[in-house]
């Protein structure tokens, strides 16, 4: 039975520039920001959950982009072991969409923030013990570096924010990478300013990034983003 990534050196994850030790690393710092949301409230809890947004959605863009693709390709099971954390995907997606929507008072907010953290360390879980370990038999450690740069490259480049009604899988949302990495990495430049900016000018700020949110929502249900 092929190991779990966690138990392995970096050594035999294929380096520092492998995709596995790339991922375990992100995962690692997820771990973190997920200890660190316990037990917070109000801004504190927004704070922590606005970095465990860019994290976790850039993160699974460039899996989707990248390496489920060729988890598919050479994996027998490939289709289902992807379609399995695709979905957990989506779950997460909808779960920060509706925390955003809903705002810190809303009375489903405890709940859904339980939910969240359990789909997120299960997608870890899955994702170190299942798919990844077979895609480690099947490629070799040159081909494990060469995926890493690339899925890098993506992470670097893709949204940072819940988009829940783009496809996971090409061509919709290698299409939509762009329009919504450039909106999201917009929003986010622009939320920093709000919080550490003057007071006087929060208002603007916040309209701003509620109109690039809006316009985020025009390219999410355009029939290219959905398709996949």
Excluded: C, Y
Aim: hydrophobic share 40%; glycine share 8%; no cysteine.
């Amino acid at each position: 039975m092929p190991r779990t990534l966690a138990d392995q050196s970096e050594s035999e994850l294929g380096g520092p520039g492998s995709v596995l030790t790339r991922q375990r690393r992100d995962h690692a710092r997820l771990d973190g920001l997920l200890h660190e949301l316990d037990g917070t409230t109000g801004r504190g809890q927004e704070a922590v959950l606005r970095r465990i947004d860019r994290l976790v959605f850039a993160h699974a863009f460039a899996e989707e982009a990248v390496l489920w693709p060729v988890a598919r390709r050479v994996l027998a099971d490939g289709e289902a072991l992807t379609l399995r954390i695709e979905q957990e995907h989506q779950v997460v997606s909808d779960l920060v969409a509706a925390l955003e929507e809903g705002g810190p008072d809303d009375p489903r907010r405890p709940a859904r923030l339980a939910r969240l953290v359990e789909v997120l360390r299960a997608d870890v879980r899955d994702e170190e013990d299942l798919l990844l370990p077979r895609l480690q038999e099947r490629l070799d450690p040159h081909e494990l570096r060469r995926l890493g740069r690339h899925w890098e490259l993506v992470r670097r480049i893709s949204p940072t924010r819940p988009h829940p009604t783009v496809a996971r899988r090409p061509p919709g949302n290698a299409l939509s990478t762009l329009p919504l990495s450039v909106i999201d990495r917009t929003r986010d430049l622009i939320d920093s300013g709000v919080r550490l900016g003057p007071a006087r000018l929060a208002p603007v700020g916040e309209a701003v990034s509620k109109g690039l949110a809006g316009v985020a929502a025009l390219v999410e249900r355009t029939p290219p983003a959905r398709h996949g």
